[in-house]
């Protein structure tokens, strides 16, 4: 559905996209993470044709060249930026888009209605969109995107900034594309968000894919070993090996598997007060490749 072969982009020195390749797969919930300045935004504007790459290619549905009207019709665009007029209410910014799109009568109105349910601003359709929450306007945002009834859509942040019940609602929506069959391109800096939502995942950094498979592959992969906190509830019995750390009465054990270790601990006859344990995830995953530095 979609297919992104050996993109570049390049602002003067500045090399914002280098030689990114992936393909998304129709129906496919697909995660672009990555940290600031990684690139994700700069390979979204291209794949919606609002830049040209320097070089590479884009298809969307097997037609090349998103600057195209056509193609841009196939593509539903929900950027990082809200795309709104404050100063419209939330039905009229509706049916704007519509019609840039090429909407018209009784369509119009079906789509325009079917967004604002969709967006649970029904109530509000006729509210300046100015006063809408912040949680309000990203729902709206999104239903812009979708007001034309797209295959294909681009979602960049689309939960920044909002409270948690208008998140929910968003990862809801997200979810119920995916059951009808949307291709979705979605990029976060919530690993949390990408672990519910997303089939597979590349993680991007310095313009580069740094790795891609699904979230269970890329914790495998590169998430490390998951690691044990035991506090004892007594002495260590006498000739027994600890399988970590001991500092005081706190074990840390660094394993691949962690209840079997918990087991030979048992066993050995070493009593345990208390346990806490960390599997590694997509966050270890997004440390590990990209580092630990502050992006600004």
Not at 80 to 96: I, T, V, W
Not at 188 to 214: F, N, P, S, W
Not at 228 to 256: F, W
Request: charged fraction near 25%; include cysteine; hydrophobic fraction near 40%.
């Amino acid at each position: 559905m979609i297919q992104v072969t050996n993109l570049r982009k390049s602002f003067g020195p500045l090399v914002a996209v280098d030689g990114v390749s992936f393909e998304v797969r129709p129906g496919e919930t697909f995660g672009l993470l990555g940290p600031n300045g990684a690139g994700k935004s700069t390979t979204i504007n291209m794949l919606c044709g609002a830049l040209r790459p320097d070089s590479g290619r884009v298809a969307i549905d097997g037609a090349a060249d998103p600057t195209r009207p056509e193609v841009r019709h196939r593509i539903g665009l929900a950027p990082q930026a809200l795309s709104l007029y404050d100063g419209l209410s939330g039905e009229e910014n509706l049916y704007f888009f519509g019609r840039l799109y090429g909407l018209r009568g009784a369509r119009l109105k079906e789509r325009v209605d079917w967004a604002l349910t969709f967006a649970g601003l029904t109530e509000r359709r006729r509210d300046r969109t100015g006063i809408y929450s912040g949680g309000m306007k990203r729902r709206l945002n999104l239903a812009c995107a979708l007001v034309h009834d797209p295959p294909v859509i681009f979602l960049d942040e689309p939960t920044a900034g909002v409270d948690p019940q208008s998140c929910n609602h968003i990862f809801e929506n997200i979810e119920g594309l995916a059951r009808q069959g949307r291709t979705v391109l979605y990029t976060t800096h919530y690993m949390e968000e990408a672990q519910r939502l997303c089939h597979r995942v590349a993680i991007m950094d310095h313009g580069k894919i740094l790795a891609l498979d699904t979230v269970a592959g890329l914790i495998a992969q590169h998430g490390g070993r998951a690691v044990v906190e035991a506090r004892l509830a007594g002495p260590v019995p006498e000739g027994v090996a600890l399988p970590g750390a001991l500092d005081g009465d706190r074990l840390r054990i660094d394993t691949d598997q962690p209840l079997e270790e918990l087991v030979r601990l048992a066993a050995a006859g070493v009593k345990v007060a208390a346990i806490r344990t960390e599997e590694p995830d997509l966050e270890a995953v997004f440390l590990a490749l990209t580092g630990r530095r502050l992006r600004d």
